[in-house]
């Protein structure tokens, strides 16, 4: 065990200095690199708790070294995990050398994926879709609303969790963590998104993606339009077609650059030929 020399001024952990580690927090992917991958900007953020916490410089440069191990999680829910390590290295410098640093580096590891895998389904899964499908369907029309409501719906939820989630893991984030896990919320709430994030891409099909057939069918003197017949079987579903084809297609490896420029030639031919 390493004793730490207690910082004269007292080594509580004040509000000003959770704000701190708050808003050096947004630079986690700054210095991002396919070793130890988040690692210098999770260490970044914790510098003004080092600070205050360790005034030796060998007890500060163990700390650095501590958290300068391989570290990667989603950025939007980073702070549950910097609150936990906050409260730990305020027990570790409390300690007088009696505490076992080694379970600092645990509880990062135990945390990563779980807070990982609940920021993914809710922020690149769910509120990032909701974000595009809403933003994009104002801007297409030409109001200024579209990039202003998307980075609303996307950064309101991402700040709080920012914010609350520090608070949150300082006070008490690994009880909070695993009772969570305990009691199956965490499983119900990823459902929760995932089933939100696939309406809102249903939604976007039917609104966004743009496939009719302009073929007409003249029967004892009526005109019936084939496209009439598709939105009667199911609104939308030559887009939905599409779609999955685009899909399956992805699913078996080929490349996006691919499928992009096939459409485009598609387009333009069956648009010449009159077929689209």
Known sequence: MVKVEKNEKGNSITKGDLTKVFWRSF??????????????????????????LYPKKEDMSAALKRHLEFFNTTPQTVTFITGACIALEEQNAKADGNFDMSSIAALKAALMGPIAGIGDSFFWGTFRIIAAGIGCSLATHGSILGPILFLLIFNIPHYMARYYGLKIGYKGGIEFIANAQESGMVGILTNCA???????????????VKFTIPFTISITGATIKVQSIFDQILPSVLPLILTFIIYMLLKKGIKTTHVMFGLIIIGILGSYIGVL
């Not at 991958?37 to 003004?48: R, T």
């Not at 309406?199 to 976007?204: P, Q, R, T």
């Open 194 to 208: 995932k089933v939100m994030g696939l309406c809102v891409v249903g939604a976007m099909i039917a609104s966004m």
């Open 27 to 52: 630079p986690l992917q700054a210095c991002f690199n396919y070793e130890r991958m988040q690692n210098v900007g999770f260490c970044y953020s914790l510098l003004p708790i080092f600070k205050k």
